[in-house]
């Protein structure tokens, strides 16, 4: 009994041997059958001689064998149903899936150390910045309380310093007075040098002629008298009487002729009659 089994199943045709049966029958070449399924004529023999393992997997394999039934107009499910079921999966690939699920695993661990990374840095980075800008509350009032005191200090120089300018514009003053003084002493000396001269000429007695300046203001001054020698000149300050001789006319100048009181031999020159807060320039004496 077991006997007449396997002699039927010894005599049942496989998988490869049918495709091949159904191609010579249809009279077609190895070439001709591969050339629309996309295949080598090695592939078409290897399918032919049942090494399916060598056609890759067993779905591919299943492909191949319905087109190749397709182009002969075969029936291609009672030949599929003759395709041995795929092999259980071996323990190799058990342990291949498990180094790739490892794998995975460690590229995972590793993606996330590194982000754990950069977060961590990012934080120190902020709390490092902080941290250096952050002043405590004691230090900004330190701080407040120096720029206070400086404030202070230089408050307190600043009456100094006006004092400074002050007092140099004291010795300026004093200066120019010295200045004016000394034109002043310079032109009665040369009075005086002279008069000894006109005291022996009558005839320059009688032209000489004497200009008494008294300032109530600030005023600016310029005298020339008529041989063109400049006997007067510069700033003088209020309250100052300024006395020169010459020989007449006397070509004058001033910056404030209302705060000025002119005589001229003891006879009072009016200059009011010319326009105020401008220079005054006129002739002494005065032409009526």
């Known amino acids: 009994m077991n006997e007449e089994n396997t002699q039927t199943q010894s005599e049942q045709p496989t998988v490869g041997q049918i495709l091949k049966n159904h191609r010579e029958q249809a009279n077609v070449s190895i070439a ?3 050339a629309p399924l996309k295949l080598s004529e090695l592939q078409i023999k290897r399918l032919e001689n049942d090494e399916f393992a060598l056609l890759g997997p067993i779905t591919f394999v299943k492909g191949y064998i319905k087109n190749y039934c397709r182009e002969l107009k075969v029936d291609s499910a009672p030949i599929l149903a003759m395709m041995p079921a795929p092999p259980e999966p071996t323990k190799p690939a058990n342990m291949q899936s498990f180094s790739r699920r490892t794998e995975k695993e460690a590229s995972d661990s590793r993606l996330m150390f590194f982000s754990y990374l950069i977060l961590a ?4 980075s902020s709390a490092l910045w902080f941290w250096q800008n952050a002043t405590p509350i004691e230090e900004q009032t330190s701080k407040i309380n120096v720029a206070n005191s400086i404030m202070s200090e230089r408050q307190a120089a600043q009456p100094s310093i006006l004092q400074q300018q002050q007092q140099a514009e004291i010795n300026d003053e004093s200066l120019l007075e010295s200045k004016d003084t000394l034109e002043t002493s310079t032109s009665s000396e040369a009075v005086t040098e002279t008069a000894p001269i006109t005291s022996n000429n009558e005839s320059q007695e009688d032209v000489s002629s004497t200009i ?3 300032f109530n203001g600030e005023s600016w001054v310029e005298i020339y008298d008529g041989e063109g020698e400049k006997i007067a000149f510069g700033v003088k300050k209020a309250g100052y009487i300024m006395t020169v001789s010459g020989t007449p006319p006397f ?3 001033l910056g404030k002729h209302d705060a000025v009181d002119i005589t001229l031999n003891g006879e009072p020159v009016d200059v009011s009659a010319f326009p ?8 002494l004496p005065l032409a009526e």
Not at 121 to 124: F, K, P
Not at 276 to 283: G, I, Q, V
């Open 251 to 253: 070509s004058v100048v």
């Open 212 to 214: 008494v300046m008294n």
């Open 276 to 283: 105020k807060n401008r220079l005054a320039k006129f002739t």
């Open 121 to 124: 840095i990012v934080i120190g």
């Open 32 to 34: 001709t059958i591969a």
